[in-house]
């Protein structure tokens, strides 16, 4: 049995990292093209961040503070281009998106 050999559904396994967690999946679309899906496993970092945000409601703001602690795959294909560009204010939009509350570790608009 070879890894591409494990399925789920149409998906072919592509790669699994036992450190990491992360899978990736490929489908084969039939004319030549495939896509690859690439799975993070992020059960772990949200339950931590939820626990770092609830012992934050009572702490003060200061300087290095922590605000967030993000999955890479998520910071490359959301902030890291605003990053590069020093583009702050798309950073705190998208920190203080509701959407990205499981990303944050402290309370307050940053």
Do not use: C
């Amino acid at each position: 049995m070879t890894p591409f050999d494990i399925t789920q559904g149409d998906w072919r396994l592509f790669s699994h990292d036992a450190h990491s967690g992360v899978t990736r999946w490929f489908l084969d679309l039939g004319n030549g093209q495939m896509i690859v899906r690439t799975d993070t496993p992020v059960d772990d970092l949200i339950s931590d961040n939820a626990e770092a945000y609830s012992n934050s409601l009572s702490q003060n703001w200061g300087d290095g503070q922590r605000v967030a602690s993000i999955p890479l795959d998520v910071y490359f294909s959301q902030l890291a281009e605003a990053r590069k560009n020093g583009d702050r204010k798309y950073i705190k939009k998208w920190l203080n998106d509701s959407d990205n509350r499981k990303f944050r570790t402290f309370k307050g608009t940053v």
